[in-house]
């Protein structure tokens, strides 16, 4: 399976962006989906997940603000970033845990996950 991650961008605070994550090579349904950020000068960190059930899952800062989906006919898992902050600067990566862990506090965990795109800068302007 590979990832291809874009959407990233330069957003001035408060605005809104969405990034796509674009599977090959396997069934992203199959799997459960997640997307990461890295600040600079910080260890990378969970935003959220998509569980291969359907669940979603989201860390405390982004909750209201971004919304994981995921489109089975296209094989893309998304994220909506909407009233973006400057502390949401940050490279993001999608990954994917195959096969999918059952225990959903593990789905924060970047260890479970064996697959990873490449990052897409977001940038937030204050």
């Known amino acids: 399976v590979q990832l291809q991650a874009s959407g990233g961008g330069l957003v001035q605070a408060g605005g809104s962006l969405r990034l796509s994550c674009a599977a090959s090579g396997g069934t992203i349904s199959r799997y459960n989906m997640a997307w990461f950020r890295q600040a600079p000068g910080k260890e990378r960190v969970f935003v959220a997940a998509?569980?291969?059930?359907?669940?979603?899952y989201y860390e405390d800062s982004v909750k209201g603000r971004f919304t994981i989906s995921r489109d089975n006919a296209k094989n893309t898992v998304y994220l909506q970033m909407n009233d973006l902050k400057f502390e949401d600067t940050a490279v993001y990566y999608c990954?994917?845990?195959?096969?999918?862990?059952?225990?959903?506090?593990?789905?924060?965990?970047?260890?479970?996950?064996?697959?990873w795109g490449q990052g897409t800068l977001v940038t937030v302007s204050s």
């Open positions: 990954a994917a845990d195959r096969p999918p862990v059952a225990i959903v506090s593990a789905l924060a965990n970047e260890r479970f996950y064996d697959v």
């Open positions: 998509f569980q291969w059930s359907g669940g979603t």
